[in-house]
Structure formats: structure tokens, C-alpha cells
């Protein structure tokens, strides 16, 4: 059996891949159906543009590929985004490169920015990091010239740490980007800050 002939719940089950689930969201692992949506959202310049790794154009292929390759490694956890309700709105995902903490990564089809459900997911995705992996820092990137993506870090509690030269395979040349870091401790205080605000919010509207 190839991998492509594989059920999505056997691919599901074989690494374990969690599904987080949020107010507006479910995070869950893609399978071969998610194919056609995946291609049709990613197929935008404004999103491969301002991330290390997604190719333009993006087809059906690139999709499979990304699928394919997606849990298929430890250091790795790729998460779709879907509302609940069903409809996949983009991804997100968690990669650790030898000793360095864990990179995370995340893009929405256009249609969907502005609406505050990239910052909904980041904060799922480093909740799991933090509090089931048990992770002690995570780090995170967007191009100098991606405040949206600088906003949903600073949102989450990242802090900046500096600039570095990477390469954008959609550019096919390297870009600036703001590097930002986010340790344990910070990430309670965030989330805690984040309960409050919320408790308060409530009793307002009661
Ligand atoms: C970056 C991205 C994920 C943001 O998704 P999103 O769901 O629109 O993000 P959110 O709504 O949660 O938060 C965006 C924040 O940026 C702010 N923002 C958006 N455009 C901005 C701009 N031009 N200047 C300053 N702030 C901006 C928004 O106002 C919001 O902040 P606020 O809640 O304080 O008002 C989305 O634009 C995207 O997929 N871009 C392409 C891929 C990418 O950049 N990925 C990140 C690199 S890994």
C-alpha cells in the first residue's frame, strides 16, 4: 500500500496527531481529501510570498505533495484550519530543525484575513506546543514587510529578537525577515492576561 492509498483516519491515528479545537476553529491533520481546497486557497502570491516554503503557482500536485510529506517526520506537526462547520480556511503547523525551538508557521486563503482567525489558531498551536508537548520556547518569522504577520506573533506574546536574511522559495531569492521568540514564562503571562480580558468582557455584556 503507497502512502496515497491510505484512509485518512489510519494516517490520523498512526502518528496521533491531536485535533485543537477553539472558539471558531477545529486544527486537524490534512488528508488526500483536502487536496482540491488546499490547492485552490494557496494559490496566491500574496501567501507564498511572505512564507519560506509554499510554491506559486500551487496546484493539485503541489497540494498532494504537501499531504503527503505533512506528520510524516517527529520533529514536525502540520495542522489544517478549518471553521467549525467544516470549511478549510488555511494551515498551520509546528516544525523543530535540531537543537533550535520549534519554528511555527501558518497562512490563511485570502478571503479569510482580517477576521482574527490566525491569531485564534497560533495561540491553539503554542497552547499544544507549551502544554502537551512540553516545549520551553518556540520561535517564529514574518517579512519585514508583513505587519499582519508581525501583529499575530506580537498578539501571542512573541517578543522580537532581531532580523535574518531567508530564503523565500516563491521569490526564488532571499528576503529580511523580523525574528520573534516566545519562552515559557511569557506564554503563561500572555494567556493569562488573555483569560482575564476575556472574563472581563463577559461580565461587561451580562
Ligand atoms: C499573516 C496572516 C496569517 C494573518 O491572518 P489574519 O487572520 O488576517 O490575522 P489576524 O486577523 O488574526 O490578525 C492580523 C492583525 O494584523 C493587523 N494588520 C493587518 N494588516 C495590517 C497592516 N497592513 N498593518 C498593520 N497591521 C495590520 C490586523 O489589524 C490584526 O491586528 P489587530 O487584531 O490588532 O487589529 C495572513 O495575512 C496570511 O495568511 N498571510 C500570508 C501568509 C503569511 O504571511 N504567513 C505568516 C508567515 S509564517
Given at each position: 500500500m503507497t502512502l496515497l492509498d491510505r484512509s485518512p483516519p489510519e494516517s490520523l491515528r498512526e502518528r496521533n496527531i491531536p485535533v485543537l479545537a477553539t472558539e471558531r476553529l477545529i486544527l486537524r491533520a490534512p488528508c488526500f481529501e483536502d487536496a482540491r481546497t488546499i490547492a485552490a486557497l494557496a494559490n496566491d502570491r500574496r501567501i507564498a510570498e511572505n512564507t519560506?516554503?509554499?510554491?506559486?503557482?500551487?496546484?493539485l500536485a503541489d497540494a498532494q505533495s504537501f499531504i503527503t510529506a505533512a506528520?510524516?517526520?517527529?520533529g514536525e506537526i502540520v495542522f489544517l484550519i478549518a471553521r467549525r462547520g467544516g470549511d478549510v480556511i488555511g494551515g498551520c503547523g509546528i516544525a523543530r530543525f535540531g537543537e533550535e525551538p520549534p519554528e511555527i508557521g501558518y497562512w490563511l486563503g485570502v478571503?479569510?484575513?482580517?477576521?482574527?482567525y490566525a491569531t485564534e489558531a497560533v495561540r491553539a498551536v503554542i497552547d499544544h506546543a507549551f502544554?502537551?508537548?512540553?516545549?520551553?520556547a518556540v520561535a517564529g518569522g514574518a517579512r519585514v514587510s508583513n505587519p499582519a504577520s508581525r501583529r499575530v506573533l506580537e498578539k501571542c506574546g512573541f517578543q522580537w529578537t532581531g532580523v535574518g536574511l531567508y530564503r523565500i522559495r516563491a521569490l526564488a531569492s532571499s528576503a529580511p525577515v523580523d525574528r520573534f521568540h516566545l519562552d515559557r514564562r511569557r506564554w503563561a503571562i500572555t494567556r493569562e492576561d488573555g483569560r482575564q480580558r476575556a472574563w472581563a468582557q463577559k461580565l461587561e455584556r451580562a
Open positions: 519560506l516554503r509554499i510554491p506559486h503557482p500551487y496546484g506528520n510524516a517526520s517527529d478571503s479569510f484575513w482580517g477576521q482574527g502544554g502537551d508537548l512540553g516545549y520551553d
